[in-house]
């Protein structure tokens, strides 16, 4: 499709049936109509009758060659406004002179680079459309967006002012950004202050000439290898051997060819850019092979370009097989992956952790790696490439796993001698043992408190460290407002004897909602018992309520008249032992494990978790829960 919507109609003329179908194929899935002639005489011919937007013209053809082809379309008004490309295999020196006196507006080489064919071929057909004035459209310049796709800035070094706008009018129309120097000093301070993608020296220039700006550029680092095109007006061999010596790239005669000029600096730019992607290329992977770190560059389909020797021990893949090899089959081939692939291929997120586990086996150890996604965009917002790191962390994982294991060990221990230490406590209370003195009463249930205070610290330390002790519980779901209303009986149960008002509310649209409630249990057990415990116990007032978010899930919010939480350590209160009045007062006991169950917990039921506190204000804590409609109770 032409840049305004519409297909333009190319004749191909090409006598291999290959490369006719390739560039037909490529100018029809452009919306473009082809025409096809296969050889010199009709390829004329259909140019006559048809009058095509644009020829494509093969130069090796039986009979007529596209060179005589070219040179009688060139020469006959009623085509000579037609543009022709030549599409030729080599492109030598002499035959690009025989291109040029043919009259060809450009060429095209073969194996013919797909993109870089069809920027070359709407380049042309937007040119002749722009000279055509009735079109109001951008410029060449604009529209082309940099010849053969590379663009970029080229410095135009001449002491005369006209010859650098000769030179800036022919280039800037392939989209190349033009800077002038009127001399060498001035080009050296210009290149010094931000280098250009490719110099145009003019050789012989007052001060400091060509040859001489030149060698000080080759001197130089930054430099070095910067393009370096110089144009002559003597090109005896004497002075190009000169400039070889000197380091320039490529000569230009004097006064330059329009074709000739844009050809050698397109395809300088391009070795240029090439050349500078080898080099970035070579000290990337130099760098990646040294660090300990699994690093692996991939293409935005999960393909493996780049793969580090870490990564690949890490992921079993042998460097010289991994080249190619999509990594994500790979991963959920040999690995337990622990996220969804559907969210690892989702181009909208722009970065993703998750963990890669190689379970034991009788021959190979268990392996964890803490891997980390990051998406490379183009300037154009698409994903160009993607890195994934790994860190080999299954030895803090082993040790992670022994210290909860100790844990839970030791808490069952503890909960038999506390339960011992309540029970008989209760006992007494209920004086079962006889009648007990004001003073003792008074003592016994200090114990009783305090045992009950270390036992609900043990029982948070146990869902902790292993949630599966409560995950096996979490059996019976339940609808909101039974167990909202079951939950604010047991709440004035359990703060029987302290000053503490509760209120419970509950949305209409979400009473009838059935939630996990063992689950959702706890995490209110937490946010309650803090909000109870930082409103200093007596006066609190808590209130509970939950609301429908969305269609499948439930708000709960627990809000306090409490202190408040400081602004700056609101994100932190989520973390594993993190406590405020460590660093505030001190007072208040704790374990700074309640709200990092809490998060763990929604988290794993698929919720989100969050508060908004003010000092002094009180706290309101959020999580949601997912919910369902009752089931259908009609048989
Ligand atoms: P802790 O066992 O210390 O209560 P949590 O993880 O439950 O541990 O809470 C972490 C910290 O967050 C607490 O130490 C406290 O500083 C702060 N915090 C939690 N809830 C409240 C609240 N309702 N009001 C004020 N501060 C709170």
Request: contains cysteine.
């Amino acid at each position: 499709m032409g840049p305004d919507g519409r297909g333009r109609r190319i004749l191909v003329v090409e006598d291999n049936p290959k490369n006719l179908k390739l560039v037909r194929d490529l100018l029809a899935y452009r919306g473009h109509a082809v025409l096809e002639a296969s050889d010199g005489i009709s390829g004329v011919e259909t140019a006559l009758r048809e009058r095509p937007d644009l020829i494509l013209m093969d130069i090796q053809l039986p009979g007529m060659d596209g060179i005589e082809a070219t040179r009688r379309l060139k020469s006959d008004e009623r085509t000579s406004s037609i543009p022709v490309l030549a599409v030729t295999a080599h492109v030598m020196r002499n035959e690009l002179r025989k291109i040029r006196q043919a009259g060809f507006d450009g060429y095209v080489t073969k194996p013919i680079h797909t993109s870089e064919f069809l920027r070359l071929v709407e380049q042309v057909l937007r040119l002749e459309r722009a000279d055509a004035p009735e079109r109001g459209e951008r410029s060449p310049a604009e529209a082309a967006g940099g010849a053969a796709g590379l663009g970029g800035t080229i410095l135009v070094v001449d002491d005369e002012e006209r010859n650098r706008r000769l030179a800036e009018a022919t280039l800037a129309p392939f989209g190349y950004r033009i800077r002038h120097a009127a001399g060498g000093e001035e080009a050296i301070e210009e290149i010094e202050k931000r280098p250009p993608d490719l110099v145009l020296l003019d050789l012989m220039m007052p001060g400091m000439d060509g040859l001489e700006v030149t060698r000080r550029l080759r001197e130089r680092k930054e430099t070095r290898h910067l393009p370096i095109i110089l144009l002559t007006a003597f090109a005896d061999a004497d002075r190009r051997l000169k400039g070889i010596e000197a380091g320039v790239d490529d000569f230009i005669a004097k006064p330059f060819d329009r074709l000739e000029l844009t050809t050698r600096i397109h395809s300088l730019i391009r070795i240029s850019h090439y050349r500078t992607q080898i080099a970035d290329y070579k000290r990337s992977e130099a760098i990646l092979a040294g660090i300990g770190e699994g690093v692996v560059l991939l293409d935005g389909d999960w393909r493996v370009e780049i793969i580090n020797k870490a990564a690949s021990s890490f992921l079993d893949l042998p460097v010289e097989n991994a080249r190619g090899a999509n990594l994500l089959d790979h991963l959920f081939g040999n690995r337990t992956v622990k996220a969804d692939r559907a969210a690892l291929v989702d181009h909208a997120r722009e970065e993703a952790r998750f963990e890669i586990h190689r379970p034991e086996t009788a021959l190979c150890a268990l392996s964890v790696l803490e891997a980390s996604l990051r998406r490379i965009r183009e300037p154009g917002g698409g994903v160009s490439s993607m890195i994934l790191t790994m860190r080999d962390v299954t030895r803090r994982w082993n040790e992670n796993r022994l210290q909860e294991d100790f844990l839970s060990s030791v808490s069952h221990k503890l909960k038999t001698p506390l339960s011992v230490i309540t029970a008989n406590a209760e006992s007494f209370l209920y004086g079962y043992y006889g009648d007990i003195s004001e003073d003792q009463r008074e003592a016994v249930t200090d114990v009783a408190r305090a045992a009950q205070d270390l036992l609900s610290h043990v029982n948070k330390l146990l869902a902790f460290v292993s949630p599966e002790s409560f995950r096996k519980d979490d059996v019976q779901p339940e609808s909101v407002s039974l167990f909202l209303d079951t939950y604010a009986v047991n709440l004035v149960h359990e703060f029987r004897d302290r000053e503490v008002r509760f209120e419970t509310s509950t949305d209409p649209a979400a009473a009838e909602m059935w939630i996990p409630a063992h689950k959702v249990g706890i995490v209110l057990d937490n946010l309650v018992e803090n909000g109870v415990k930082f409103a200093n116990g007596d006066g609190a007032e808590i209130r509970i309520a939950a609301r429908l978010d969305g269609a499948d899930h439930v708000e709960f919010s627990v809000r306090d008249n409490g202190p408040g939480i400081p602004p700056e350590v609101q994100d932190r209160v989520f973390d594993k032992f993190y406590q405020v009045e460590k660093y505030h007062t001190g007072t208040v006991a704790g374990s700074g494990l309640g709200l990092s169950l809490a998060r763990r917990i929604v988290e794993e039921m698929g919720g989100r978790i969050w508060l908004d506190s003010r000092l002094g204000g009180g706290s309101t804590f959020f999580f949601t829960a997912p919910c369902e409609p009752p089931p259908d109770e009609t048989p």
